[in-house]
Nanobody, 124 residues
Framework: QVQLIESGGGLLQAGGSLRLSCAASGRTLSGQAMGWFRQAPGTEREFVAAISWGGSQKWYTDSVKGRCTISRDNVQNTVYLEMNNLQPEDTALYYC?????????????????WGQGTQVTVSS
């Protein structure tokens, strides 16, 4: 069983930047893609970004393209999400998740392990 622990969230003003981290313990992330999702109050969990096992494939939801970069360190078993020019609509609880395969997906059903989330709050 893998445990995923997110960190790096916070409260910031519009235009600011954050780097979220997701550290895995218990098992390595060997061979598996990883993803970031977010959920704002009263909304469904939505896809933000995903990265393949080797890092060559990266997908982003349209609203964060050009502002976010997903990356991973397979030696450290850690996945990152760097977010720039954050806006109030980015306010949400951000989760990382482990995919059941090595290829990227936007579908939450393709992810079988989830962290507890880290809160990002952006004020205008």
């Amino acid at each position: 069983q893998v445990q995923l622990i997110e960190s790096g969230g916070g409260l910031l003003q519009a235009g600011g930047s954050l780097r979220l981290s997701c550290a895995a313990s218990g098992r390595t992330l060997s061979g598996q893609a990883m993803g970031w999702f977010r959920q704002a109050p009263g909304t469904e969990r939505e896809f933000v970004a995903a990265i393949s096992w080797g890092g060559s494939q990266k997908w982003y939801t349209d609203s964060v393209k050009g502002r976010c970069t997903i990356s991973r360190d397979n030696v450290q078993n850690t996945v990152y999400l760097e977010m720039n020019n954050l806006q109030p609509e980015d306010t949400a609880l951000y989760y990382c998740a482990r995919s059941t395969t090595g290829t990227v997906s936007r579908n939450p059903r393709d992810f079988d392990s989830w962290g507890q989330g880290t809160q990002v709050t952006v004020s205008s």
